[in-house]
């Protein structure tokens, strides 16, 4: 049960960090057009997202059921989780743009029904 709820908690963080992402790209004409063969393409740019950091998302998220089924600093576990993976493709953008990688892409969903990690400090555990 716990391991669902890490599931759905992480998917609806990235859900609300990519949501805000898309809605500081629309606000900033954020997409870009391009030839690819003989297409004429649109796609987002590929920028940081820096519109949302944990404090605000963990604020966002404790009136889910899934967070309150979890333990609170599980569910804060799970979404430092998230903020790292962020974190990551943050700067794998820097590394794109410097020519170091190919081209990243924000993290994916989890598959729904799914089983995530469930990490449990050592404060919450009895001995």
Same mark, same amino acid.
């Given at each position: 049960?716990?391991c669902?709820?890490?599931n759905s908690l992480?998917?609806?963080?990235?859900y609300?960090?990519?949501?805000?992402h898309y809605?500081?790209l629309g606000?900033t004409?954020?997409r870009?057009?391009?030839?690819?063969d003989d297409?004429?393409?649109s796609?987002w740019?590929l920028?940081?997202?820096?519109?949302t950091n944990y404090?605000?998302?963990?604020k966002?998220?404790k $009136?889910l059921?899934?967070?309150?089924?979890?333990a609170?600093?599980?569910a804060q576990?799970t979404?430092?989780?998230?903020q790292r993976d962020?974190?990551?493709?943050?700067s794998?953008?820097?590394?794109?743009?410097n020519?170091?990688?190919?081209? $990243?892409r924000? $993290?994916?969903?989890r598959k729904?029904?799914g089983?995530?990690a469930?990490?449990?400090p050592?404060?919450?555990?009895?001995?």
């Open positions: 049960m716990q669902k709820a890490s992480y998917n609806s963080g990235l609300e960090f990519k949501q805000r809605q500081k606000e004409d954020g870009s057009v391009y030839w690819k297409e004429l393409r796609s740019q920028r940081e997202i820096t519109v404090n605000e998302i963990d966002l998220l $009136p059921e899934t967070y309150k089924i979890m609170a600093q599980s576990q979404m430092k989780i998230l962020i974190n990551s493709y943050n794998l953008v820097k590394k794109f743009f020519g170091e990688v190919s081209r $990243p924000i $993290p994916n969903y729904s029904g089983l995530f469930v990490i449990y050592a404060q919450a555990l009895i001995f």
